[in-house]
């Protein structure tokens, strides 16, 4: 029966589902206020053109359509490219910083499997006009406190400098798919694969060894001291280079014991605007990442108006999951019986004590009421007998 049917990777909130979500979100704009981020909207969808800003080689995991004129639109898959958008728009006299979250759902075509949906939701900041290893540091940091003020502890934040991937890459003398292809291996972390592709590439032996450790490079700062090849190339120097620096100030920040190095991570198979310091936070019981971000100082120019930037986002879904509801609910009482007058007084009374209080608004009698809730030990009953 089609008409009862919802597509393919979406679903619907049951109120408990929901209570938590608006229950997290509520943490996180807490924190992000605190920080003197301040909430923007953008539209659900924009045009193609812009969501490819950012998005380029992604065109299959979009969901498209056609405005009336022959424009073409598409849900936003994400809300980093629309913010960039909004600043080229709106505050191109504004004095910076600026320090933007937003809570919104986002679509992709993806093969649906567990806590991935192709509608879902993000919480994240951007930092709009700040470079600095004190601003990527501000961001990780963030991201470090909203996973801590949702009521995780066993955490970690993986970070990287893109630039000394890249830098990297570029001194391979191969073709641009091969390119890409050594990235997507190091990124899914196949060492079998990435060793045997580099093999067969005239990749000097000491570039080869460096790319192909880097999957399995992770831990501290001497994580840093083991890329051999970095030595040779400037870029990556200066790429590891303020690595270290951000690290050094997440650690004036104090949350170091929740940073990993990780030459693994490139986000390549997110986004293609990073320029510069990446992360991901992920949870280690978990199979999946909780969150990713990290600077993207060319993306505003795209829409002609040069700024770094810097931000991440937080996949709402998947934290949902993560998290059991440890907060004790105030107690929910049914109220029932005649005289509605009596009835709306006690109710606003108890609600104003802080209880939720549900009317039978079918002035059912003691007994009918009894019978309708013996299965819901959530409720406590009280009935008012006329007095
Ligand atoms: N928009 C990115 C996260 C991000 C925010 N700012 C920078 N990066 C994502 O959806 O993965």
Same mark, same amino acid.
């Given at each position: ?9 979406l679903r619907d909130f049951l109120p408990n589902e929901v209570k938590n979500r608006r229950k997290l979100e509520q943490k996180a704009i ?52 629309? !913010? ?19 809570s919104a759902n ?11 949906y192709?509608e879902f939701w993000?919480i ?26 949702m ?30 292809? !050594? ?27 460096? !790319? ?5 490079? #992770? ?97 709402m879904d998947?934290l949902a999951l993560?998290l059991?509801n440890?907060e004790?609910e105030?107690?929910h ?18 609600? #104003?004590?802080?209880?939720i ?21 959530d409720? !406590? ?7």
């Amino acid at each position: 029966m089609k008409n009862r049917q919802i597509p393919k990777g979406l679903r619907d909130f049951l109120p408990n589902e929901v209570k938590n979500r608006r229950k997290l979100e509520q943490k996180a704009i807490e924190v992000f206020t605190a920080f003197g981020y301040k909430e923007v909207l953008t539209p659900t969808f924009e045009f193609l053109e812009v969501v490819e800003t950012g998005a380029g080689k992604n065109r299959e995991k979009l969901f498209l359509f056609m405005d009336r004129e022959g424009g073409i639109l598409s849900l936003r898959p994400e809300m980093t490219v629309s !913010i960039a958008r909004l600043a080229a728009m709106h505050l191109k006299d504004s004095s910076f910083p600026q320090r933007f979250f937003y809570s919104a759902n986002v679509f992709r075509h993806v093969q649906p499997h567990l806590a991935q949906y192709r509608e879902f939701w993000q919480i994240g900041i951007e930092m709009l006009g700040a470079s600095g290893p004190w601003a990527d540091a501000e961001v990780i940091n963030l991201a470090v406190k909203i996973l801590k003020a949702m009521g995780l502890d066993n955490f970690k934040i993986s970070i990287n400098q893109i630039g000394i991937f890249n830098s990297l890459l570029a001194d391979c003398p191969v073709s641009p798919d091969e390119k890409d292809n !050594i990235r997507n291996l190091v990124e899914i972390k196949d060492l079998v694969e990435l060793s045997r592709c580099l093999d067969t590439l005239p990749v000097p032996d000491l570039l080869k060894e460096t !790319i192909a450790r880097l999957p399995i490079l #992770h831990g501290g700062l001497e994580v840093l001291n083991r890329i051999p090849y970095v030595e040779k190339n400037k870029a990556a120097n200066e790429a590891v280079e303020e690595l270290l620096r951000v690290y050094e100030a997440l650690q004036a920040f104090g949350v170091e014991e929740h940073i990993v190095v990780d030459m693994g991570v490139l986000r390549d198979l997110e986004m293609d605007y990073y320029t510069g310091i990446i992360f991901e936070g992920y949870s280690p019981e978990l199979g999946y990442g909780l969150l990713g971000g990290g600077r993207y100082d060319n993306l505003l120019g795209q829409f002609g108006f040069p700024c770094p930037a810097t931000g991440f986002a937080l996949g709402m879904d998947r934290l949902a999951l993560v998290l059991t509801n440890q907060e004790q609910e105030p107690p929910h009482y049914i109220l029932g019986g005649k005289n509605l007058q009596v009835l709306a007084a006690r109710a606003d009374q108890l609600r #104003h004590e802080g209880k939720i209080v549900e009317l039978d608004v079918e002035a059912a009698s003691r007994e009918v009421l009894e019978e309708k809730i013996r299965d819901r030990d959530d409720l !406590i009953m009280i009935y008012l007998d006329d007095e």
